[in-house]
């Protein structure tokens, strides 16, 4: 089945560039310096709110492009960058802080920089993205979810008390769920690299 360029859906994703899901997309691409900025300058309660109206457009944007069948190709890229760009963010600016360790800044960055090879392999072979698993968005949820609460966890007091085993519990989590993800998507690449050469 062909799209027709118009609808689209994550099997068949349209051309389109012009849609409301990534302009959502764009939009989330665009606070990533606002939220670094508010974080390095220790606005943390506006880098909360920013992370807040992300996580929000995250949402909107993946349900109406589904509903709307206006899962794009360029969607299936500014989604996910603008989700590892606030990951990267968020990271950087919390380890500067030494809110976070570095380590962590370290695991999380040499995974990313793992798919960015695996991404430029799959176009050398012809292929497009391969589209983000169930599994990469969890990890993702999580990452998202840990930075605000360790945010919290430095304002003190009884929510800071709350927040920081939860927020670490996330990033932990996450952090495993992220590695797991991108070695189900190298071993997806490895099965390519394969079917082509046997081909």
Same mark, same amino acid.
Do not use: C
């Given at each position: 089945?062909?799209?027709?360029?118009?609808?689209?859906?994550?099997?068949?994703?349209?051309?389109?560039?012009?849609?409301?899901?990534?302009?959502?997309?764009?939009?989330?691409?665009? *606070?990533?310096?606002? &939220?670094?900025?508010?974080?390095?300058?220790?606005?943390?309660?506006?880098?909360?709110?920013?992370?807040?109206?992300?996580?929000?457009?995250? !949402?909107?944007?993946?349900?109406?492009?589904?509903r709307w069948q206006q899962v794009t190709?360029?969607?299936?890229?500014?989604?996910?960058?603008?989700?590892? *760009?606030?990951?990267?963010?968020?990271?950087?600016?919390?380890?500067?802080?030494? *809110?976070?360790? !570095?380590?962590?800044?370290?695991?999380?960055?040499?995974?990313?920089?793992?798919?960015?090879?695996?991404?430029?392999l799959l176009a050398r072979l012809g292929?497009?993205? *391969?589209?983000?698993?169930?599994?990469?968005?969890? @990890?993702? &949820?999580?990452?998202?979810? @840990?930075?605000?609460?360790?945010?919290?966890?430095?304002?003190?007091?009884?929510?800071?008390?709350?927040?920081?085993?939860?927020? !670490?519990?996330? @990033?932990?989590?996450?952090?495993?769920?992220?590695? !797991?993800?991108?070695?189900?998507?190298?071993?997806?690449?490895?099965?390519?690299?394969?079917?082509?050469?046997?081909?």
């Amino acid at each position: 089945m062909r799209n027709d360029g118009l609808a689209g859906t994550a099997e068949h994703p349209a051309d389109r560039v012009l849609t409301v899901p990534n302009a959502l997309s764009a939009l989330r691409l665009l *606070l990533v310096p606002v &939220f670094a900025a508010l974080i390095l300058g220790g606005h943390d309660l506006w880098a909360l709110l920013v992370l807040a109206v992300s996580g929000a457009s995250d !949402w909107l944007d993946g349900r109406l492009a589904r509903r709307w069948q206006q899962v794009t190709r360029l969607g299936q890229v500014l989604d996910p960058a603008a989700d590892r *760009l606030f990951i990267f963010a968020a990271l950087l600016g919390m380890a500067l802080r030494e *809110l976070v360790p !570095w380590w962590l800044v370290v695991v999380i960055v040499a995974r990313d920089l793992g798919i960015v090879a695996l991404g430029l392999l799959l176009a050398r072979l012809g292929r497009g993205p *391969l589209p983000v698993s169930d599994l990469g968005k969890a @990890a993702t &949820f999580a990452l998202l979810y @840990a930075f605000p609460l360790i945010l919290l966890a430095s304002l003190g007091g009884p929510v800071g008390a709350v927040a920081r085993p939860l927020g !670490w519990a996330f @990033a932990m989590w996450g952090t495993a769920l992220y590695w !797991w993800a991108g070695l189900r998507y190298a071993a997806h690449v490895r099965v390519l690299m394969r079917a082509r050469a046997a081909a």
